[in-house]
Every structure is written in structure tokens, then in C-alpha cells.
């Protein structure tokens, strides 16, 4: 069934989230429309590599692809599914927070929903298209929240409920969920009773959040995956991640405000020195409150310095300490860019500047002897402050969207070229792929940037044949993202790339594309293939993960080269023979041929089992727990 929107479809065509914001094509969107496989053929890497690092956020990409089922595009669903529940989450979960905390002060929330929401964090994250942390980000409240609820008053049903949200999080990012019980943590050494909180707040929920992602973490503990690690343990790497300073830090000002260019630090702005102000002169306010109110304000007191400590990496003062963390504490490798604990500070200051807004209020009226409108005129005040704060980037994003934004004509007619030809092969792009540019399982796209030098052509022609790359392709920069030099788009660059592939008489130029610049390949080798010419090789595509091969004419000890990056985890079955795969020029699989003669190999990427199996488990999980709330919703109801 299709259904059309057309209004939401022209807005949608408008939001435009750049940075790493993907953009699919209605042809390759539905290669995503299936359950988690432990392989990602075509999505991050043109060769393959596995996914449980990311297999979280790709799950919640694997169920929003469904609705283009429905006839949605791409950016409809982005719009529907990541972005508005980005904003919306954001500020309900801590307007929700701080009523909680602070009750009989809902009008308050409105402030702690704002700057949840429309600080230099949040923007930077959102607009540079991390809509994964954002949505992390986004729930972060409500997982504080109900595992609040469950500290001080501990009960089955709120430990279940806590569980299920915490289970949310973690599918748009673990990294956050781990930042958030940091918060957790803290809070309940401000409120320790007994064990039962150890056990309704912390174990339970635990062990619930492991069983339901229980998918895709097994097969990372399992496998032991470097794809995590690899990278992401040099001290030198977090220190040139660690872009924040203390002052900015503290001041709630990301590193990279307002441009967003990686890398580019910008000098502190003294207009965002008051929000530090504010939220530390709430402990000026406390000693009238009562004891419950006092430890709350103590805890977001503590919470916001040290976020502001954490969130400035290795930077002075005391970058030891992050440094020692990083290589000590479990879990802390994962934070090489500092400024997700700017999350810490966005919980700290969104609940101490409403109460220090509403104290200063309250002091005044009874100062001056003013009436009750002093609070809603220091609100108005205070929300007009932070959106003039946020104001760069909101007027930024309000132009773009404001102005239409078509993909270029060359792009579509290349998707087309692409997407109608059956048999497998892959594409290069130099020197990486354009936002626009067409791939899937079919035709992945390798970024050559960061495979070969095109100025090599005695290892390109390799490259090429035993990759299966038909194409080489030079993008039109049609957002000057790509050919940059100092920042600053440089077309030379483009042209020298075009001329240097140019030269390379075995590279045959394809017109019609305009500034795309397309050169065919015509001696690449297929997925599977052997040194051996009389092997005669079929092969059916079942998922990223397996494959079944004919196989006619082979002799005992044949090579079959299957052209994904080399996984030791890959295996080739003949009858009962299980055969590892062996690196073929430290790219590829390979598999030695246990017997020769006519046979079907099936070949499968031996993680696959644990995925289907913790699919299992996760989705019992999921059903026992849901079920578990219900019938005790329903039975309070009638008790």
C-alpha cells in the first residue's frame, strides 16, 4: 500500500541536516529493510566490514526503512522518525525532569525544556547530522528520570519500566547510555536506603538492557571485535579530539560554535558566561529549601562541574586524569571526543537555572515587596536569552530550510546508469563519495581516500580487478564538501583528479553525466573468483551474511577469492567439510577447495548465529517485558 503526503513530502525536501547525515535513494533504501546481520555489506564500507559496533543505530535504520515500504522518502522518514522526535524528546524529557524534581513549578519546566534543548551541544550534534546521540541525547532526561523514581521509591513495576527506556537509549547509542549512569550513580550516593534500590535500580534493569541488545552484544564480547578499538586507544587521538577547554566547558559553549567545522575552535564568547552564573548561584538559594531540595541542588551542582571537567578531555587543567581514565577506567576508551560529556552539563544546567531563576524571582517579589509578574517577566527574560544563545545556528538552519534543495540532475542520471545494471560490481569515488552518490548490496561505493593514491597505477589496476570495482568515479562537488583546501572549496583539485585518471589508458571515459566524472573498468573480476580459468563459478546472494556457490571443474587445493574485507569469522561449507577463510592479498577471503569436481560451497559469516540467536532472546525479552507492564497496569487498575 502507498500512501502520499504531499505537503510533508515538500517540507521534508527542505530540512537540510548535513555533516553525517546520510541521504538514501528510494532504490537502495529498501536494502535496509531486514533484520540485523552481523556483516555491513555496503553502508560504511564499500569492501565490508562487520557491524556490531554500530549494529544499535542501524537497527533503528533497519525499522524506519520499512516506511518507504509505504512509498515514504528518505527524507520524509528522516524528518518523521529522527529528527522532529530529536526535538520533541528533548525538551519534554527534561520539562518531565524537572517537574518531578522540583514540583508545583511547571511553568519552570518550560525553561529546563529550552535549554535542554537549544543549547551549543545539541545544535552542533543535531545540525551536523548525528541524529543517533541526538536521539541518545534527546531521551537522556527520561532515562534519569525514571530511574530517579526507582531510587527513591523502588518497585517492580518502575524498575520494568526504567529497563524498557533504558533499552530505548541504548539503541540510539550506548556511549550516552553509559554517560547518563554516571548521573545515575551519583544521585543514588546522594540518596542510598537500602539494597532494594541496588536491585530495582541497577541490577534489574541491567540484565533486562543486556537481554534485549543481547543481539548484538554477545557476538561483540564473542568475537572480541577490533572494530571498536582500532583507532580509538592513542593518547595522541584524544588528545587532538579534546577540542574543549575548561572555560568553554563551563561556559556551555561547544568548541566548535557556531560554524560547526571539525576542528575549528573558536575563542570563548563572554555572552555565555552568564549561564554558568545562573546555575551555580542556585547554591546562594538552598538554605530556605527543604532537605530533598537542598540534596538535588548539591547533586546538579557537583553533576555540572564535573561534566564541565570531563567534557574538556585532556586539555588543562588536570588532562591527566581524563588521560588515565581513558586508559584505565572500562568503558571510558569509548569517549576519544570528550564533548559527549557535555551531557552532564546539559542535565546540571537545565535544572539549576530554572531554580535559580524562580528563587531570584521569588527573593525579589519579597525584596521590593513586587507582585507575582516578576516570575513570568525573568522567564520570558530568561528563555529570550537562551534562544539569542542559540540564535547563530537557528537563523542559519531556518535559511536553509527556507530555500529549496535539489539533489543535481547528473546524480540522478547516474543512479539510474547504476541501479539498472544485474550484475555485481562496486564503485570507486575520488577522493570520496558524495552525499549524493548511489550505492547498494549490488554496487557498494568505495571512498578512495582512503584505500589506494590514484597516482599509483601500478597498484590501481590491482586494486580495481580484484575489488570488483567497474567504476571510477571523480563526484561533481555539488556542496563543496569534498575538494577543500584550508576550508575553502578548490576546484584545481577536482580538475587534477579528473586529468590524472585521464592519463590511465586502460580507464575508458563514459559521457553523460556532466561534471560527474565516470571512467568504466572493464577487467574487474567478480564477488567470487579463482586464479583457476576452468572454475566455473555461480553464486546466489541470500543476505550480507550468506551465499550459496556453485562450483564446476575444480580441482583439490583451488583458491576461491570471495572480494569482502578479509574476517577470519567467514566460512565455506561443503558437505560436511567446515573450510576458515584465509586473507588473500591481506584485502580478501579465501577459501582452499577441500575436493575437486561439481558442488554447491555455502559460504556464511559465522557471527551471523549468535545475532539470530540474541534476536530471539531480545525479542522474548522485549515481549515478556511489555506484557510484564501491562498486566500490572491493568491489575492496579482494578485492584
Known amino acids: 500500500m502507498m500512501f502520499n503526503f504531499p505537503f510533508l513530502d515538500w517540507f521534508s525536501q527542505k530540512i537540510i541536516v548535513g555533516g553525517d547525515w546520510r541521504f538514501f535513494w528510494p532504490e537502495n533504501i529498501g536494502d535496509f529493510v531486514t533484520f540485523p546481520t552481523a556483516w555491513d555489506a555496503s553502508l560504511n564500507t564499500g569492501l565490508g566490514s562487520p557491524s556490531f559496533s554500530l549494529m544499535w543505530i542501524n537497527t533503528y535504520l533497519n525499522f524506519t526503512a520499512v516506511f518507504s515500504k509505504l512509498g515514504l522518502s528518505w527524507n520524509l522518514i528522516g524528518l518523521l522518525f529522527w529528527m522532529l522526535p530529536a526535538i520533541a524528546l528533548s525538551f519534554f524529557s527534561a520539562f518531565y525532569c524537572f517537574k518531578y524534581l522540583f514540583p508545583k513549578r511547571t511553568k519552570y519546566g518550560i525553561l529546563a525544556g529550552i535549554i535542554y534543548l537549544f543549547n551549543t551541544y545539541f545544535l552542533m550534534v543535531f545540525t551536523g547530522g548525528q541524529l543517533g546521540i541526538s536521539l541518545a541525547y534527546s531521551i537522556a532526561p527520561f532515562v534519569f528520570l525514571t530511574f530517579t523514581k526507582s531510587i527513591d521509591n523502588p518497585t517492580f513495576r518502575k524498575s520494568l519500566f526504567s529497563s524498557l527506556v533504558l533499552g530505548l537509549q541504548m539503541l540510539f547509542d550506548p556511549r550516552l547510555v553509559y554517560?547518563?549512569?554516571?548521573?545515575?550513580?551519583?544521585?543514588?550516593?546522594?540518596?542510598?536506603?537500602?539494597?532494594?534500590?541496588?536491585?530495582?535500580?541497577?541490577?534489574?534493569?541491567?540484565?533486562?538492557?543486556?537481554?534485549?541488545?543481547?543481539?548484538?552484544?554477545?557476538?561483540?564480547?564473542?568475537?572480541?571485535?577490533?572494530?571498536?578499538?582500532?583507532?580509538?586507544?592513542?593518547?595522541?587521538?584524544?588528545?587532538?579530539?579534546?577540542?574543549?577547554?575548561?572555560?568553554?566547558?563551563?561556559?556551555?559553549?561547544?568548541?566548535?560554535?557556531?560554524?560547526?567545522?571539525?576542528?575549528?575552535?573558536?575563542?570563548?564568547?563572554?555572552?555565555?558566561?552568564?549561564?554558568?552564573?545562573?546555575?551555580?548561584?542556585?547554591?546562594?538559594?538552598?538554605?530556605?529549601?527543604?532537605?530533598?531540595?537542598?540534596?538535588?541542588?548539591?547533586?546538579?551542582?557537583?553533576?555540572?562541574?564535573?561534566?564541565?571537567?570531563?567534557?574538556?578531555?585532556?586539555?588543562?587543567?588536570?588532562?591527566?586524569?581524563?588521560?588515565?581514565?581513558?586508559?584505565?577506567?572500562?568503558?571510558?576508551?569509548?569517549?576519544?571526543?570528550?564533548?559527549?560529556?557535555?551531557?552532564?552539563?546539559?542535565?546540571?544546567?537545565?535544572?539549576?537555572?530554572?531554580?535559580?531563576?524562580?528563587?531570584?524571582?521569588?527573593?525579589?517579589?519579597?525584596?521590593?515587596?513586587?507582585?507575582?509578574?516578576?516570575?513570568?517577566?525573568?522567564?520570558?527574560v530568561s528563555i529570550s536569552y537562551v534562544l539569542v544563545l542559540a540564535s547563530p545556528v537557528l537563523v542559519r538552519q531556518f535559511n536553509r530550510i527556507a530555500t529549496p534543495h535539489m539533489i543535481p540532475n547528473d546524480y540522478v542520471e547516474l543512479k539510474n546508469f547504476l541501479g539498472i545494471q544485474p550484475q555485481f560490481f562496486r564503485t570507486l569515488w575520488i577522493p570520496s563519495m558524495q552525499r549524493f552518490g548511489f550505492f547498494s548490496n549490488n554496487h557498494p561505493a568505495i571512498s578512495g581516500i582512503n584505500n589506494f593514491n590514484a597516482n599509483a597505477p601500478k597498484d590501481f589496476d590491482t586494486f580495481l580487478s580484484e575489488a570488483a570495482v567497474q567504476y571510477v568515479i571523480v563526484p561533481y562537488d555539488s556542496e563543496k564538501e569534498l575538494f577543500l583546501k584550508d576550508r575553502k572549496y578548490d576546484e584545481k583539485q577536482y580538475d587534477q583528479t579528473v586529468k590524472s585518471l585521464r592519463n590511465i589508458e586502460w580507464l575508458k571515459k563514459i559521457e553523460g553525466f556532466g561534471k560527474i566524472a565516470v571512467f568504466e573498468n572493464s577487467n574487474y573480476k567478480d564477488h567470487f573468483w579463482s586464479r583457476n580459468s576452468n572454475l566455473k563459478i555461480n553464486y546466489k546472494y541470500i543476505n550480507s551474511t550468506k551465499y550459496y556457490v556453485d562450483i564446476e571443474n575444480s580441482k583439490k587445493g583451488d583458491v576461491l577469492v570471495f572480494s569482502e574485507g578479509f574476517d577470519k569469522n567467514w566460512q565455506a561449507q561443503i558437505d560436511s567439510s567446515l573450510i576458515n577463510s584465509k586473507p588473500y592479498d591481506k584485502l580478501y577471503n579465501s577459501f582452499v577447495l577441500s575436493k575437486g569436481g561439481s558442488y554447491t560451497v555455502e559460504v556464511v559469516y559465522s557471527v551471523q548465529k549468535w545475532v539470530n540467536m540474541g534476536l530471539i532472546v531480545s525479542f522474548a525479552t522485549l515481549t515478556i517485558l511489555i506484557g510484564s507492564l501491562l498486566y500490572i497496569q491493568i491489575k492496579n487498575k482494578y485492584d
Do not use: C
Not at 571498536?228 to 586507544?233: D, E, K
Not at 581514565?325 to 568503558?331: L, N, Q, T
Open 179 to 380: 554517560i547518563t549512569f554516571i548521573a545515575i550513580f551519583i544521585y543514588w550516593l546522594f540518596n542510598i536506603k537500602n539494597m532494594k534500590q541496588v536491585i530495582f535500580a541497577f541490577v534489574l534493569p541491567f540484565l533486562i538492557g543486556f537481554m534485549l541488545h543481547s543481539y548484538w552484544i554477545v557476538p561483540l564480547i564473542l568475537t572480541r571485535s577490533s572494530s571498536i578499538q582500532a583507532g580509538f586507544t592513542s593518547l595522541l587521538g584524544l588528545r587532538f579530539f579534546s577540542f574543549s577547554d575548561f572555560s568553554h566547558s563551563l561556559s556551555f559553549l561547544h568548541p566548535n560554535w557556531p560554524e560547526n567545522i571539525f576542528g575549528k575552535v573558536y575563542f570563548l564568547k563572554p555572552e555565555f558566561l552568564l549561564l554558568p552564573i545562573l546555575a551555580f548561584s542556585s547554591l546562594l538559594f538552598i538554605k530556605k529549601e527543604t532537605k530533598e531540595k537542598k540534596k538535588n541542588i548539591l547533586f546538579f551542582a557537583i553533576l555540572g562541574l564535573l561534566g564541565a571537567f570531563l567534557a574538556k578531555g585532556a586539555s588543562d587543567p588536570f588532562g591527566i586524569t581524563y588521560e588515565f581514565a581513558f586508559r584505565y577506567i572500562p568503558g571510558f576508551v569509548a569517549f576519544r571526543d570528550p564533548t559527549k560529556f557535555y551531557l552532564l552539563i546539559s542535565l546540571s544546567y537545565s535544572m539549576l537555572i530554572p531554580f535559580a531563576i524562580l528563587s531570584l524571582s521569588n527573593w525579589i517579589s519579597l525584596r521590593f515587596k513586587m507582585k507575582g509578574y516578576i516570575s513570568n517577566v525573568l522567564l520570558v
